[in-house]
């Protein structure tokens, strides 16, 4: 079992920055493709990113291409989420999840993830 805390969240003005951090309690995540989701308040949860396990392939939903930027530090078994002009609309409820698979053609949806975080506020004012 693998345990992930999220962190870096917050409240940020419009066209502002945050950093999200997802680690992990076990050095295992370097195999596992990792993925950022979101869930705005009386929304359903929707896919932002994905990383592969060797960091060499990331995608991102339309809606975020070019201000966000998933990366990985194996290393420090963790994973961050660089948001970069935030707009209202981005506010949620972001959650950090691992796949035991290092790709995958479906990694967009949750079932592709094993492990889950419970999640840090992000909320971005007008």
């Known amino acids: 079992q693998v345990q992930l805390v999220e962190s870096g969240g917050g409240l940020v003005q419009a066209g502002g920055a945050l950093r999200l951090s997802c680690v992990a309690s076990?050095?295992?995540?370097?195999?596992?493709?990792m993925g950022w989701f979101r869930q705005a308040p009386g929304k359903e949860r929707e896919f932002v990113g994905v990383?592969?396990?060797?960091?060499?392939?990331?995608s991102y939903t339309e809606s975020v291409k070019g201000r966000f930027t998933i990366s990985r530090d194996n290393a420090k078994n963790t994973v961050y989420l660089q948001m970069d002009s935030l707009k209202p609309e981005d506010t949620a409820i972001y959650s950090c999840?691992?796949?035991?698979?290092?790709?995958?053609?479906?990694?967009?949806?949750?079932?592709?993830?094993?492990?889950w975080g419970q999640g840090t506020q992000v909320t971005v004012s007008s």
């Open positions: 999840a691992g796949s035991e698979y290092a790709y995958g053609s479906t990694w967009q949806e949750e079932s592709f993830y094993d492990y």
């Open positions: 076990r050095d295992t995540i370097h195999v596992y493709a």
């Open positions: 990383i592969s396990a060797s960091g060499s392939t990331t």
